[in-house]
């Protein structure tokens, strides 16, 4: 494949029918999805030997991230939800307080307690030696 080729390739693959969608309208209403499109290529030539060889590349990842909604003459933006990104982040805070419950049971069977108290005692001491750094930095 030639460079040009290439190029005119990633052109036509970035463009702003990628981003904005067709607009389509209903009972007075016009919807203009929207795209996240993010792209990248590389290519390289080797002129070692009779023929000069090479190759390259172009990939493109588009996400939706919303619609323009056009009703009477006014518009606004509807963001697209991502569930994927709302599950992962649930079970990352899940695996989170399965790991903090799973060591505070592992210090009540070795017969530590965790007490409020201890607790708040410890983290004033934190926050006591953060102040004492703090004043070296000024």
Do not use: C
Request: charged content about 20%; aromatic content about 6%; hydrophobic content about 45%.
């Amino acid at each position: 494949m030639e460079l040009q080729e290439l190029l005119s390739g990633a052109r036509d693959v970035v463009s702003v029918k990628r981003v904005y969608g067709d607009p389509y309208e209903k009972n007075g209403l016009t919807v203009i999805p929207a795209a996240a499109v993010r792209g990248g290529g590389g290519g390289g030539l080797d002129e070692k030997g009779d023929a000069p060889s090479g190759g390259g590349g172009f990939g493109v990842a588009a996400r939706p991230s919303g619609a323009w909604i056009i009703e009477d003459g006014e518009v606004t933006w509807k963001p697209a939800v991502d569930v994927n990104r709302i599950v992962l982040g649930g079970q990352v805070i899940a695996l989170a307080a399965i790991l903090v419950a799973g060591r505070v049971l592992r210090g009540h069977q070795r017969g530590r307690r965790h007490s409020l108290v201890g607790i708040a005692a410890s983290a004033a001491a934190l926050a006591r030696t953060a102040n004492r750094f703090s004043r070296f930095r000024r």
